[in-house]
């Protein structure tokens, strides 16, 4: 079955980077592509970035994180990352990767169960 | 950016009645999802082009509306269904979401 398996909990410190990691198993992980989205404790949703599995160089970015995040994939692992440098107890959230629907760019259908990251001096 | 505004914030409904959940965009367009979250879970995609069930999602949700008005219907409420609830446009960049409406017993 489909599965995004996500990395584990993280503890940063403020100017600090982190970067998750996303495993991918039971489909072809060229096909679908990747949106990211973090959650603040007690908060709504909100978007991180895309990037298309086929073509890495095809990668959004929500403004407020532009220059601080790159988001990667490795399609020799089926893994998609994502870096977040420069951490302030702002960034302290749950990220989820989430794959898109086929052909629906933006619009995801699956998602991982998420990883706590804590800024925290 | 295209704004999404999801009212009410809260709704309380007994187990059995129907919910109604409100999404207002600040733009036209029907690249519309509706996203369920209980605690402690990722979200789960309930209806994506605005009116379409996603795989394994109950009849009882539906989902309607284009333009800027989009509802979230789900007719009888089951204890599963007490949680949260997002709309997110796919429409341009950026991706947003609404603030969400909390379903309470």
């Known amino acids: 079955q489909v599965q995004l398996v996500q990395s584990g909990v993280e503890v940063k410190k403020p100017g600090a980077s982190v970067k998750v990691s996303c495993k991918a198993s039971g489909y072809t992980f060229k096909s679908y592509d990747f949106t990211w989205v973090r959650q603040a404790p007690g908060q709504g949703l909100e978007w991180v970035g895309w990037i298309s599995s086929a073509d890495n160089d095809n990668r959004k970015y929500a403004q407020k994180f532009q220059g601080r995040v790159t988001l990667t994939t490795d399609t020799s692992t089926t893994t998609a990352y994502m870096e977040l440098r420069s951490l302030t107890s702002d960034d302290t959230a749950v990220y989820y990767c989430?794959?898109?629907?086929?052909?629906?760019?933006?619009?995801?259908?699956?998602w991982g169960k998420g990883t706590t990251v804590t800024v925290s001096s | 950016e295209i704004v999404m505004t999801q009212s009410p914030a809260t709704l309380s409904v007994s187990p059995g009645e129907r919910a109604i959940l409100s999404c207002r965009a600040s733009?036209?367009?029907?690249?519309l999802a509706w996203y369920q979250q209980k605690p402690g879970q990722a979200p789960r995609l309930l209806i994506y082009?605005?009116?379409t069930r996603a795989t394994g999602i109950p009849a009882r949700f539906s989902g309607s509306g284009s333009g800027t008005e989009f509802t979230l219907t789900i007719s009888s409420l089951q204890s599963e269904d007490f949680a949260v609830y997002y709309c997110?446009?796919?429409?341009?960049?950026?991706?947003?979401f609404g603030g969400g409406t909390k379903v309470e017993i």
């Open positions: 989430a794959r898109d629907r086929i052909s629906a760019v933006g619009s995801p259908d699956v």
């Open positions: 733009q036209s367009f029907s690249s």
């Open positions: 997110q446009q796919y429409h341009n960049w950026p991706l947003t």
């Open positions: 082009a605005a009116s």
